[in-house]
């Protein structure tokens, strides 16, 4: 016997950037790809007033490499300062599986 249930289904149809606004899906040979990064953070007990916080950005992948840009400058700049400061390099962030 076959039982069926009325359900429900939430289809994702765009997600936008944060940052910029663009649309984070491109055209590619006629179909609809989505191209692009999170920024995401939660924060627990010792954070300094962001307890149970939890933050998600979507970003287009320009606004994602000006962001992963900005916070290689912030770590160059630490880096003057300090003598076990390594600089980051052009794999910065990137995860390989």
């Known amino acids: 016997m076959i ?3 009325p359900t ?7 997600c936008i950037c944060d940052a910029c606004g663009d649309s984070l899906y491109i055209k590619v040979a006629g179909e609809r790809i989505k191209e692009g990064g999170q920024l995401s953070a939660e924060f627990g007990f010792a954070s ?3 307890d149970g916080n939890r933050y998600q ?3 287009c992948q320009k606004c994602f490499f000006s ?3 900005s916070i290689k400058k912030r770590r160059n700049l630490l880096s003057l300062f300090a003598e076990d ?4 390099d052009e794999t910065f962030g990137k995860v390989n599986d």
């Open 85 to 88: 400061f390594e600089q980051p």
């Open 8 to 14: 429900f289904i939430d289809k994702e149809v765009d």
């Open 48 to 50: 300094d007033g962001e």
């Open 57 to 59: 950005v979507d970003l």
């Open 67 to 69: 962001t992963i840009s």
């Open 3 to 5: 039982i069926k249930k």
